[in-house]
């Protein structure tokens, strides 16, 4: 229960970023600016965190996320953290490196995860191109 309490924290807490992003950001003078610049940099932290810690959450609490290495030791909270914050920045980023496996849920976690990173470039453009045409 405990999981699934803290997952949804994170979900609504990622959530809740990417509309502030949306809905709070002003374009000024038309062109990339350090405060958009702060504030992706921001969302981006928030995102991957985020996940890593549902990733971390779930593991530590039994629910297989990460395909099991050779050693069979009892997972620590350090460890997993670290783990799940590595993976999610990996999926966020698309990068893709493929040392980490997700199976069971992480797999579906880690398609909404990637949506999530492809799309927030390609929506922050389409929100300055339109915000550029409105000022016309």
Same mark, same amino acid.
């Given at each position: ?28 003078? @038309?062109?990339? =600016?350090?405060? &958009? ?5 921001? !969302?981006? /932290? ?32 350090? @460890?997993?953290? =670290?783990?799940? &914050? ?5 999926? !966020?980023? /698309? ?35 339109? =915000? ?5």
């Amino acid at each position: 229960m405990i999981t699934i309490v803290i997952a949804l924290i994170c979900f609504l807490l990622i959530a809740g970023s990417i509309r502030q992003l949306f809905t709070s950001l002003e374009i000024e003078h @038309h062109m990339f =600016s350090f405060h &958009i610049f702060l504030t992706l940099a921001m !969302l981006y /932290t928030i995102v991957m965190i985020g996940f890593g810690l549902i990733y971390a959450v779930l593991s530590v609490q039994g629910v297989e996320v990460f395909m099991r290495t050779v050693h069979n030791d009892p997972p620590s909270w350090g @460890h997993e953290l =670290s783990k799940g &914050i590595y993976f999610s920045g990996v999926t !966020l980023f /698309t990068v893709g490196y493929g040392d980490l496996m997700p199976v069971g849920w992480g797999r579906w976690i880690a398609i909404i995860e990637a949506m999530i990173g492809y799309t927030i470039p390609a929506a922050l453009v389409a929100k300055v191109w339109q =915000s550029s045409k409105k000022d016309s």
